[in-house]
């Protein structure tokens, strides 16, 4: 989701003649009982909130808040790993880093009567468990799409990553032990 700074490797390494390694989690995949609206990008999120206020749960990243702004009649739950510095009026701001467990998301949507979650394609394990807590609870979520297709080869794990560099170097590949 970094979309500025793998633009910029991108960039760099063409400029420096250099390989490049991506490494990138498999996006997350809808599962029976999800309720998703897929949205393209924040501002398509915050639309798709509607008009009809509603309680969110916003899992976004502290830097994707400004389309939210524009839609003051809904309450805000906003979870970030840093302070947000433009903070949304009147929303609840929690300042948490995952991994987080299924049973703790299901009890924080519960606790704040959430009625949406809004959350980015981000993949992987540490943050999956709002998922699954919101399809527990029968929530929408508004999931956001990755803002660019991977790079061509990008690696899907530390191992198919370290083999890539390996073969960038011209080094031997690993042996196992």
Same mark, same amino acid.
């Given at each position: ?77 906003? +979870?970030?790993?840093?302070?947000? %510095? ?14 987080? +467990? ?10 704040? +009567? ?20 919101? +399809?527990?609870?029968?929530? %929408? ?20 990553? %370290? ?15």
């Amino acid at each position: 989701f970094a979309a500025r700074i793998s633009g910029n490797a991108e960039k760099a390494a063409r400029l420096a003649g250099v390989a490049l390694v991506a490494l990138e989690r498999a996006p997350w995949e809808q599962r029976e009982g999800d309720r998703w609206t897929p949205a393209k990008d924040m501002e398509e999120a915050a639309a798709l909130l509607g008009e009809r206020p509603r309680k969110a749960f916003l899992a976004v990243g502290r830097q994707e808040l400004a389309p939210f702004h524009a839609r003051p009649q809904h309450a805000y739950v906003v +979870r970030s790993v840093d302070p947000v %510095e433009d903070a949304i009026p009147g929303a609840i701001s929690i300042l948490a880093r995952g991994p987080f +467990r299924e049973e703790d998301e299901r009890a924080l949507l519960r606790d704040h +009567r959430i009625e949406a979650v809004v959350a980015k394609n981000s993949g992987g394990e540490a943050t999956y468990a709002k998922i699954a807590a919101a +399809r527990a609870l029968g929530l %929408e979520v508004v999931m956001v799409a990755r803002p660019r297709p991977s790079p061509a080869g990008a690696a899907r794990s530390v191992a198919e990553a %370290e083999a890539m560099v390996r073969h960038a170097l011209g080094l031997p590949a690993a042996r196992g032990e």
